[in-house]
Structures are given as structure tokens and as C-alpha cells.
């Protein structure tokens, strides 16, 4: 496997990398404070992974990083630090990207060479108090579909003050026509925020709470099946609204 490491304060920032085709998986490791953030990296050909993982106590870890995952067999990416907004903006392109409509939502590859495999992002806020993991974060599923889960470490009885973990996050489904529309039709899409409270604070006017995991979060667009999903789409009136905001 190949292994690039950013572990630093500042290691990495606003560079690109491509991972090798020499055969093997690629795993970014990145840890300190504004590691990677800005940085661009392009995972390794099908059928090998590309493996992401911000970890470490600094701030702005993985904030803004460009994940190019469209032409790789899996896609894995975690932001657990105890520092705020790691991943914080970041885009996820997962194996087989196709986004109509969306301008450079998705990078071009040659025909034949999109990615097929899985793609998975975890976003997890280890600390109490800690804010912004995952914050306005984007991520493009390809046509085998990906899983994104909002949680609080060890569990919400003991961290259940995370600030505004996977507000607004978009996880973009596949096109419903156009290119890649056959095989988009039954990928499947999770947006789990089963184990994130949020905070406990609430809005001095209204009683009600705010910053909480999940705010605005979505899979967009709500034109196609979204049954894998605890979170509703944009205009839903599902109860679990209620819950998040």
C-alpha cells in the first residue's frame, strides 16, 4: 500500500497529490493543525482505494480538501479529531461521480475508467464543545452509492455538546436521467445521524434547540428514492425533522 503522510502543523496545505498506480491501495494520513487543508488528492485507479483519515488535536484539519475518488475502486474517508472544523468544507468524490448539471462537481476520466466501487465518510466529534466537524461538506455519489455517518464519540452520554457536527452537509445522489441514469436508479444512499445529539443549548428567543448535528443536512435532489436515508430530503415533512432542528 501506499502511504502519504501530512502529519504537522501546516503539512500539506494547498498542495496535490496523485496516488501511485502501482497496484496497491493509497491512505492520506493527515494530523495537525490546517493539515491538508486545501490540499487536492487524486485516489489510486480501479481496482485499488483511496483511504482518508484526519485525525490528531489541531484545528482545520482536512478543512477544504478536494477528495478525487471518481476513478477508484472505494472511497474511504474519516475526520475524527478533537480539534474544530476538520473536513470542514471538504468535497468527496466517490468512484463513478457523475453529476449533471452540477459545474466541476465531478472530474473528467476516461471512458470506461470511472470507478465502481464503495464509498464511505465518517465524521465523528470526539470532545465535548467541539464544533464544525464536516460542516458545509459535499459529497458526489457514483452509481454504487455511498453511506455518510454523523456520530459523537464514545456516545452521546458522554459527548452531547458538538457544535453545528454536519451542519448543512449535501450528500448529492446520482442523476436521475442522463448519463450513468440505469445504473443510478438503485444506488443506494445513507445519511445516518442515529448516534449525534448535538447541543444541548438553545435559542434564547424561541426555547428551541440549536447547533444540532445534522442541521440542514440532505440528500439532494429529492427526485429519486431516498429510502436508505433517516434524514429527509429538502420540503419533507418526515417527523425526524423534529428531531434536528
Not at 468512484?95 to 449533471?100: F, I, M, R, S, T
Request: hydrophobic content about 30%; glycine content about 12%.
Amino acid at each position: 500500500a501506499e502511504d502519504i503522510s501530512c502529519v504537522g502543523n501546516y503539512k500539506c496545505q494547498n498542495t496535490e497529490r496523485t496516488c501511485a498506480d502501482d497496484g496497491h491501495d493509497c491512505t492520506l494520513t493527515c494530523s495537525g493543525y490546517w493539515a491538508c487543508r486545501g490540499m487536492t488528492i487524486h485516489g489510486p485507479p480501479d481496482p485499488h482505494k483511496l483511504h482518508v483519515i484526519c485525525t490528531g488535536g489541531g484545528d482545520y484539519t482536512c478543512r477544504g480538501i478536494q477528495v478525487h475518488g471518481e476513478a477508484s475502486a472505494g472511497v474511504h474517508f474519516t475526520c475524527g479529531t478533537t480539534g474544530w472544523r476538520c473536513g470542514n468544507r471538504a468535497d468527496i468524490f466517490c468512484p463513478g461521480c457523475a453529476q449533471n448539471g452540477i459545474t466541476d462537481a465531478c472530474a473528467a476520466y476516461p471512458a470506461g475508467s470511472s470507478g465502481s466501487g464503495e464509498c464511505s465518510v465518517r465524521c465523528a466529534a470526539s470532545r465535548s464543545g467541539q464544533g464544525d466537524t464536516c460542516w458545509d461538506m459535499d459529497v458526489y455519489s457514483g452509481a454504487r452509492g455511498a453511506a455518510v455517518a454523523c456520530l459523537e464519540e464514545p456516545g452521546t452520554a458522554a459527548v452531547s455538546t458538538s457544535r453545528y457536527t454536519c451542519k448543512d452537509l449535501q450528500l448529492h445522489a446520482p442523476p436521475d436521467d442522463g448519463d450513468g441514469a440505469a445504473a443510478a436508479a438503485d444506488a443506494p444512499l445513507s445519511l445516518s445521524c442515529a448516534s449525534c445529539e448535538g447541543s444541548s443549548e438553545t435559542d434564547w428567543f424561541t426555547g428551541a434547540p440549536y447547533h444540532r448535528c445534522c442541521h440542514n443536512a440532505e440528500i439532494t435532489p429529492a427526485t429519486r428514492s431516498v429510502a436508505h436515508n433517516n434524514i429527509p430530503p429538502a420540503g419533507s415533512t418526515h417527523p425526524r425533522t423534529l428531531f434536528f432542528f
